[in-house]
């Protein structure tokens, strides 16, 4: 069983619509969760951390759910440059183990 | 600052050649990692180091090595490269021991290409 698996997508969605992905993780001593953002053909980028209570940032919502061992990601109001892939990312253990899911793809239409 | 600095972008190389992929950080980040994206595999953490004179493998080693003579700079060696070894292959550098709070700055890549 993979570490982390996320929703395989892909999702297309209008501009201006709400969209949500969700990542499950099979460790439960995973001790720190993030979403990563990669554009085609670039580095993934630190999208945000996701704390236990939940946390937003803009129109960005994470939220864990450490009982179901799985952590979402809300986009609201999407827009043109939403478009990319969307990575989980969960640290296991002592910390020097990142395991990263295999991404979800997003794609906004105008 | 120019973050995590990768070379070279782009690499063909013919099997059982060797060569070393840089990677250079100036944010004094004493973690630093390697890993290798596939299609459908996602990141693979293939060597990773917590501090200079420090280096451990991580899920794909087979063919890699690495050192961490210093904290700024993190080579990967491919010993003999194998048409297997084709791939994006980033480097990562954290905040912190574990970097299990503060995530990773990835570099921008290196397209490599064994034939």
């Known amino acids: 069983r993979k570490e982390v698996e996320q929703d395989p997508g892909p999702f297309n969605v209008p501009e201006g619509a709400t969209v949500a992905f969700n990542c499950t993780y099979s460790?439960?001593?995973?001790?720190?969760f993030f979403w990563y953002r990669q554009d085609c053909r670039k580095e993934p980028k630190l999208l945000m951390s996701?704390?236990?209570s939940g946390n937003e940032d803009g129109r960005f919502t994470a939220q864990l759910n450490r009982a179901s061992q799985y952590i979402s990601l809300l986009i609201r109001d999407s827009k043109l440059s939403d478009s990319a892939t969307y990575l989980c990312?969960?640290?296991?253990?002592?910390?020097?183990?990142?395991?990263f899911g295999t991404g979800t793809s997003l794609t906004v239409i105008p | 600052n120019a973050g995590v600095t990768q070379t070279p972008k782009f690499q063909v190389l013919k099997t059982g050649q060797s060569m070393t992929l840089q990677c250079a950080q100036d944010?004094?980040?004493?973690?630093m990692s390697w890993y290798r994206q596939d299609p459908g595999m996602g990141l693979r953490l293939i060597h990773y180091?917590?501090?200079?004179?420090?280096?451990d493998q991580g899920e794909v080693p087979n063919g890699y090595n690495v050192s961490r003579s210093t904290t700024e700079d993190f080579p990967l060696r491919l010993l003999s490269a194998a048409p297997s070894q084709t791939s994006v292959y980033f480097c990562?550098?954290?905040?912190?021991?574990?970097?299990?709070?503060?995530?990773?700055?990835f570099g921008s890549g290196t397209r490599l290409t064994v034939v």
């Open positions: 990562a550098s954290s905040n912190g021991r574990t970097g299990g709070y503060y995530g990773y700055t």
């Open positions: 180091s917590v501090g200079a004179g420090i280096t």
């Open positions: 944010m004094n980040h004493e973690y």
């Open positions: 990312v969960v640290n296991v253990g002592t910390g020097n183990q990142f395991y």
């Open positions: 460790n439960s001593a995973s001790q720190s």
């Open positions: 996701v704390y236990s």
